[in-house]
Structures are given as C-alpha cells and as structure tokens.
C-alpha cells in the first residue's frame, strides 16, 4: 500500500493575506476566553469541531493546545467518540453537545435543539454560553479557512 500524497496549500490562511482578519480572529478567541469557563473544556470543544469538520492543521493544533491545558492522552483519543466513553464529566458532554449541534447546522431541522441548549445551559451562565458559542462559531471559522485553502498540520497559523 503506497503512503498517500499530502496536499499542498492551495494558498496562504485568507486570513494572513488580508489585513486586520487575523487580529479579528484572534480577539474574538481572546473575547471568548473572558470567562471563568475551564480552558480544557473550550480546548476540548475544538477539538471536536475541527474533527467533524475534518480539518487537519486546527486538530493538529487542537491536540497540541489541550495538551497545553493539561488534556491526558486518555481523554484526548476519546473525544470522537466522548459519547461511548467514561472520560468526560456531564458538564463537558454538554458543551460537546452543543459543539456538534452548532457545528452541523443542516443535519436536521431544529439544528440545536431545545434539550441540546437546556443541557448545556443548566451547567453554564449566559456568559459561559455565549463564550461557547462564539469560541465554536471561531473555531468553525478557522476550520473553513484551513479545510478550504488545504493548510498542512504542524503549521504555525489555525
């Protein structure tokens, strides 16, 4: 079985290119980490975004960050599949929920439903929520940017 061809960039990040997007991106990660909100549980919610969304260089970086906030090996395996597995406490289930939801908008009707918010809100104030929110929104963001352009794992810009 031969080993398979990388993909080059089909471009730098947009973000580099045009001026001010990247410090935009970056304030509104920094605006989303404004709260009392666990690190770890922000990192973990983007891990499992750039999961589903298949983008390399963000779970490349995803891994390397939560690590950074003190994620286990253990844990980190586990998080496509945080379902199944006796890893994450009840509050991360929740914003892993929501991550997946406001994630994959077009897979049914009701794209967040009211248990998937309910959930998640009756572990998280309005402002862990709205931190939430825009740190999986951001995250998205960073995923279409990175998935769309081809941007390799390992680089230095999600």
């Known amino acids: 079985m031969t080993s398979p061809t990388l993909a080059m960039p089909r471009m730098s990040?947009?973000?580099?290119?045009?001026?001010?997007?990247?410090?935009?991106?970056?304030?509104?990660?920094?605006?989303?980490k404004q709260t009392d909100l666990a690190?770890?549980?922000?990192?973990?919610?983007?891990?499992?975004?750039?999961?589903i969304n298949g983008c390399s260089a963000c779970v490349d970086f995803g891994v390397?960050?939560?690590?950074?906030?003190?994620?286990?090996?253990?844990?980190?395996h586990a998080v496509a599949a945080w379902r199944e597995t006796p890893y994450f406490t009840d509050e991360e289930r929740a914003a892993l929920a929501l991550a997946?939801?406001?994630t994959r908008l077009a897979d049914r009707p009701d794209a967040v439903s009211d248990e998937v918010w309910d959930e998640a809100a009756s572990f998280f104030d309005e402002r862990q929520l709205a931190a939430l929110v825009l740190h999986i929104?951001?995250?998205?963001?960073?995923n279409r940017l990175n998935a769309t352009t081809r941007q390799p794992a390992g680089g230095s810009w999600n």
């Open 100 to 102: 997946e939801s406001a």
């Open 64 to 76: 390397k960050a939560a690590k950074k906030a003190g994620e286990s090996d253990e844990r980190l």
């Open 13 to 32: 990040n947009p973000a580099s290119i045009l001026d001010g997007a990247t410090s935009a991106i970056y304030a509104l990660m920094k605006a989303a």
């Open 39 to 51: 690190d770890s549980t922000l990192e973990l919610v983007h891990l499992r975004v750039s999961q």
């Open 137 to 142: 929104g951001t995250t998205n963001l960073f």
